[in-house]
């Protein structure tokens, strides 16, 4: 993972601000991606990432703020930008009628490189070649889309909502070929409204909230700083939970049939006393499962009004 | 090849692939050159010798006015020129390929009634087929060049369609197409020369039959010339990548100073 060796990074953004007349999308947006590792943009609607992003790949002039990609000014040399990104964008058009091997020829003369027919079997288009982009499905003209973007073979690569909208194979074909680029080498950020996919795939990851960044860290990081319990789920033989047994560090203690669930601050400390009472009453031990708390739950603690952040 | 020329090839292919285009681009003008010159000739013989100047206009008209500026609106609104953007295709070659590719095809699309129009029709064609050449030309540059800011400054598809119609209309009815310039009353005469096609249809006679035009030569070449180059430049300036984005420079209002040599031309001549 590219956070454990810290070098320059990749992208710098700093104290970034875009508004539309009186509305500021992004208000002080700042967060630094370093080289080969998926980095995640999260937020409600609203967050400011798509705005963020658009500002990071030129489509947009932010208010204030600087931004850099590989040591390029994003603002004031934004038409080096092209050369140097690959960007799927959330609404991302191609005219309907164009094929799948003339999107693939002309976005690759525009890069001036040769087109990369070979990629067309890796994403599964290989047999839509002369198929016309309206004619495609959500998949495959999310697959096309990603196939353009690292078709050039960039450094960095801009996925902004990639698998919204796709099922569950497409997903996971997605998800395979994300985790190929960057172990390659290639760097990605990832907007995405899916937390499961984030905690899954993002080495590190920043939340946006209301056009600020209020949160940065690795997933098991933002979990980890949270309010959030973790959850233990024990079964027994005997049943020997079921009396008033006191667990240190459990706040809370619920019963779901045979199981008895607690939410402990403190993991280790908990399951050594639940497990000593077990022995103690000679019982035998069925079940137990641990589960930290989720990206998603403390995304929901952050974001939630007078959230915890 | 290089970027632009594979993206004007796309580009090319699409005006004959997409249902649409091929309808603006030929059927439509061909189909509606065979059933004005098969009643028309029939109905009124002094119509023929102006089949070919009209039908050719016409076809223009079809092609620019009505073809050109629809898919422009459609990509912007779609988000297709912010894909083409994030991947280094200059605003440049979004708003010349398709130019280009619709004056290609009304050069197709008048070579077939220039060539077509004796044999089935009966009607006069060009003597100097180089003049006819640049009455093609420039007819297209011009009409184009006004397609091209429709297509730019219209805020969606619905005023693209009542922009592209009042061009269409006026130029039937007041552009000499279906009735000579000089037939009509003085004040729509006038009214006649707010639009390129009379000064087209002048062209044609001058340069392709080696007459006498209803305008002089050297002001009607001056005036296709000049507003069709005023319409490129404000179309440059004028270009907006998205909708959400106002990247676009000045007001769309400002699209009417392309019709400056025309109102030039109605004043003078």
């Given at each position: 993972?590219?956070?454990?060796?810290?070098?320059?990074?990749?992208?710098?953004?700093?104290?970034?601000?875009?508004?539309?007349?009186?509305?500021?999308?992004?208000?002080?947006v700042s967060f630094e991606v370093f080289p080969a590792e998926i980095f995640g943009l999260l937020?409600?609607?609203?967050?400011g990432k798509t705005t963020s992003l658009e500002c990071l790949e030129g489509l947009r002039r932010?208010?204030?703020?600087?931004?850099?990609?590989?040591?390029?000014?994003?603002?004031?040399?934004?038409?080096?930008?092209?050369?140097?990104?690959?960007?799927?964008?959330?609404?991302?058009?191609?005219?309907?009628?164009?094929?799948?091997?003339?999107?693939?020829?002309?976005?690759?003369?525009?890069?001036?490189?040769?087109?990369?027919?070979?990629?067309?079997?890796?994403?599964?288009?290989?047999?839509?070649?002369?198929?016309?982009?309206?004619?495609?499905?959500?998949?495959?003209?999310?697959?096309?889309?990603?196939?353009?973007?690292?078709?050039?073979?960039?450094?960095?690569?801009?996925?902004?909502?990639?698998?919204?909208?796709?099922?569950?194979?497409?997903?996971?074909?997605?998800?395979?070929?994300?985790?190929?680029?960057?172990?390659?080498?290639?760097?990605?950020?990832?907007?995405?409204?899916?937390?499961?996919?984030?905690?899954?795939?993002?080495?590190?990851?920043?939340?946006?909230?209301?056009?600020?960044?209020?949160?940065?860290?690795?997933?098991?990081?933002?979990?980890?700083?949270?309010?959030?319990?973790?959850?233990?789920?024990?079964?027994?033989?005997?049943?020997?939970?079921?009396?008033?047994?006191?667990?240190?560090?459990?706040?809370?203690?619920?019963?779901?049939?045979?199981?008895?669930?607690?939410?402990?601050?403190?993991?280790?400390?908990?399951?050594?006393?639940?497990?000593?009472?077990?022995?103690?009453?000679?019982?035998?031990?069925?079940?137990?499962?641990?589960?930290?708390?989720?990206?998603?739950?403390?995304?929901?603690?952050?974001?939630?009004?007078?959230?915890?952040? | 090849?290089?970027?632009?020329?594979?993206?004007?090839?796309?580009?090319?292919?699409?005006?004959?692939?997409?249902?649409?285009?091929?309808?603006?681009?030929?059927?439509?003008?061909?189909?509606?050159?065979?059933?004005?010159?098969?009643?028309?000739?029939?109905?009124?013989?002094?119509?023929?010798?102006?089949?070919?100047?009209?039908?050719?206009?016409?076809?223009?008209?079809?092609?620019?006015?009505?073809?050109?500026?629809?898919?422009?609106?459609?990509?912007?609104?779609?988000?297709?020129?912010?894909?083409?953007?994030?991947?280094?295709?200059?605003?440049?070659?979004?708003?010349?390929?398709?130019?280009?590719?619709?004056?290609?095809?009304?050069?197709?699309?008048?070579?077939?009634?220039?060539?077509?129009?004796?044999?089935?029709?009966?009607?006069?064609?060009?003597?100097?087929?180089?003049?006819?050449?640049?009455?093609?030309?420039?007819?297209?540059?011009?009409?184009?060049?006004?397609?091209?800011?429709?297509?730019?400054?219209?805020?969606?598809?619905?005023?693209?369609?009542?922009?592209?119609?009042?061009?269409?209309?006026?130029?039937?009815?007041?552009?000499?197409?279906?009735?000579?310039?000089?037939?009509?009353?003085?004040?729509?005469?006038?009214?006649?020369?707010?639009?390129?096609?009379?000064?087209?249809?002048?062209?044609?006679?001058?340069?392709?039959?080696?007459?006498?035009?209803?305008?002089?030569?050297?002001?009607?070449?001056?005036?296709?010339?000049?507003?069709?180059?005023?319409?490129?430049?404000?179309?440059?300036?004028?270009?907006?990548?998205?909708?959400?984005?106002?990247?676009?420079?000045?007001?769309?209002?400002?699209?009417?100073?392309?019709?400056?040599?025309?109102?030039?031309?109605?004043?003078?001549?």
């Open positions: 993972m590219a956070s454990s060796t810290r070098t320059e990074p990749v992208v710098r953004v700093d104290h970034l601000r875009k508004t539309y007349g009186s509305v500021a999308a992004a208000d002080d937020g409600p609607n609203g967050a932010p208010d204030s703020g600087a931004m850099t990609v590989m040591g390029v000014d994003a603002v004031r040399e934004a038409a080096r930008l092209p050369g140097l990104l690959g960007v799927q964008l959330q609404s991302s058009g191609l005219p309907d009628g164009i094929t799948v091997d003339e999107a693939m020829r002309l976005f690759c003369a525009y890069h001036r490189v040769a087109p990369r027919y070979d990629l067309l079997e890796q994403f599964g288009l290989g047999d839509k070649r002369r198929a016309q982009f309206h004619l495609l499905s959500a998949g495959q003209q999310r697959r096309l889309a990603l196939m353009l973007a690292i078709a050039p073979e960039p450094k960095l690569v801009i996925l902004d909502e990639p698998t919204a909208g796709l099922d569950v194979a497409s997903r996971a074909q997605l998800h395979d070929i994300m985790r190929g680029l960057r172990a390659k080498g290639t760097t990605i950020i990832l907007s995405s409204h899916d937390m499961a996919e984030v905690e899954q795939l993002a080495d590190r990851v920043t939340i946006l909230l209301r056009g600020r960044t209020v949160a940065t860290g690795t997933p098991r990081e933002l979990t980890a700083s949270g309010g959030q319990l973790t959850r233990i789920t024990v079964r027994t033989q005997a049943s020997s939970l079921a009396g008033d047994a006191v667990i240190p560090n459990v706040s809370q203690r619920d019963v779901q049939g045979e199981y008895i669930i607690y939410f402990s601050s403190d993991v280790a400390a908990s399951i050594g006393a639940i497990l000593a009472r077990i022995a103690e009453q000679g019982d035998t031990l069925v079940d137990l499962r641990m589960e930290r708390p989720s990206l998603e739950e403390r995304f929901l603690e952050i974001t939630a009004p007078g959230g915890r952040q | 090849m290089s970027a632009f020329w594979i993206h004007f090839d796309i580009e090319f292919r699409h005006g004959l692939r997409n249902r649409n285009m091929l309808l603006m681009n030929y059927l439509f003008p061909l189909g509606f050159y065979v059933a004005v010159g098969g009643l028309m000739a029939q109905l009124n013989p002094y119509f023929r010798p102006n089949i070919v100047p009209a039908m050719v206009t016409f076809a223009a008209l079809a092609g620019t006015a009505l073809g050109l500026p629809n898919p422009l609106v459609a990509a912007r609104e779609n988000g297709v020129f912010r894909s083409f953007k994030v991947n280094g295709v200059p605003a440049a070659s979004i708003l010349l390929i398709p130019a280009l590719s619709t004056i290609l095809h009304v050069v197709v699309s008048s070579t077939i009634i220039a060539a077509t129009a004796r044999p089935l029709f009966h009607a006069p064609v060009p003597v100097d087929w180089a003049g006819f050449a640049l009455f093609v030309l420039l007819t297209a540059f011009a009409l184009t060049g006004l397609g091209l800011l429709i297509g730019v400054i219209a805020a969606n598809v619905r005023a693209t369609i009542l922009w592209s119609q009042l061009l269409f209309l006026s130029s039937i009815l007041l552009g000499g197409l279906m009735v000579p310039s000089g037939a009509l009353p003085p004040a729509f005469r006038r009214v006649g020369l707010l639009l390129p096609t009379s000064y087209a249809v002048s062209v044609y006679r001058s340069l392709a039959r080696r007459s006498v035009g209803s305008l002089p030569l050297t002001w009607s070449l001056l005036v296709l010339l000049s507003s069709g180059t005023l319409c490129f430049l404000l179309a440059a300036y004028l270009f907006n990548w998205d909708r959400q984005n106002a990247t676009r420079r000045g007001h769309p209002l400002m699209a009417l100073l392309a019709l400056t040599p025309y109102i030039f031309g109605a004043i003078l001549l």
